[in-house]
């Protein structure tokens, strides 16, 4: 096989080809910078619209996650501030408590609300004290705010008290400011407020007075507050009053409170029997 040898000479028209284009476009683009220069601007302007619209996308979708981001902390700084909130409502009650608990002249047995039924006429609250704990049936459930019921079931480690909203519960009271004397109970009709019976036309009675229990019925001690006058109507046909009451204690937002320690006076209540059985 035979090889062809290059020479310098072959490729003299190839050299001078390309020398002679290269010299075409310094001319060319020596004559029309000008355009080359308005191409130029013209791609700069496109490029800077194209990128003002792709920037605002990235900064809102930046907006977006950081939003996300934001929420996610606003809520779990809302449930921190609840609970926060809830712990400190919690330890105002356990310091009213306490300082009832000192003031009171009674022993009492703190307990734990751990259970209610606040949706009828019979409504039941359940504590976790029982005979265990010294408690009986007859003796109240109070806070600091005032009366809540009293136990009417015990067993020996849970109890059930009737509140005072409860058709069948009705106690001894007084009102504060001029000693009159009636019967607090409950009319089945509106939750958030009691009614106080038997009390002349002749009392005077005005919003803002104070009921609390008198002790004469031998069932409460005298002197725990149930609600506060909001209200008085007349009763056709008799010499008495209705009196409407706002409770102390809200029963929907309790959770725990005092059985008082108290027991009726034996010798009361063989005189009040005795007195019953001079008319069977």
Sequence with gaps: MRFRSFKLSDAKDYIITALILL???AIMI????????????????SFSLLE????NIRVYRQALNTNTYLQRQNILLQDELSRL???????KELRALLDYREESNF????VLIVGKQLDGLNNILTVDGGTSHGLKEGMPLVNSNGLIGKIVLTGTYYSQ??????SLFRVSARIQENQANGIVSWNGDIYGELVMDFVPKTIFVDSGYVVETS????????????????????EPGRQTQRIFLKPYVMLADIDQGFIIEFEPDSNVSNLQQEYNQLFE
């Design 85 to 91: 909130r809830a712990i400190e409502e919690e330890n």
């Design 30 to 45: 020596g004559r029309h910078q000008g355009g080359i220069d308005t191409l130029r601007k013209i791609s700069v302007t």
């Design 23 to 25: 010299f075409a476009f």
């Design 161 to 166: 008290v009737m509140p005072y909203y409860n």
């Design 107 to 110: 022993e009492m047995t703190p």
């Design 215 to 234: 002790g004469s019925s031998n069932q409460f001690p005298a002197g725990i507050p149930i609600g506060r006058v909001v209200r008085t109507e007349p």
């Design 52 to 55: 003002e619209p792709l920037a």
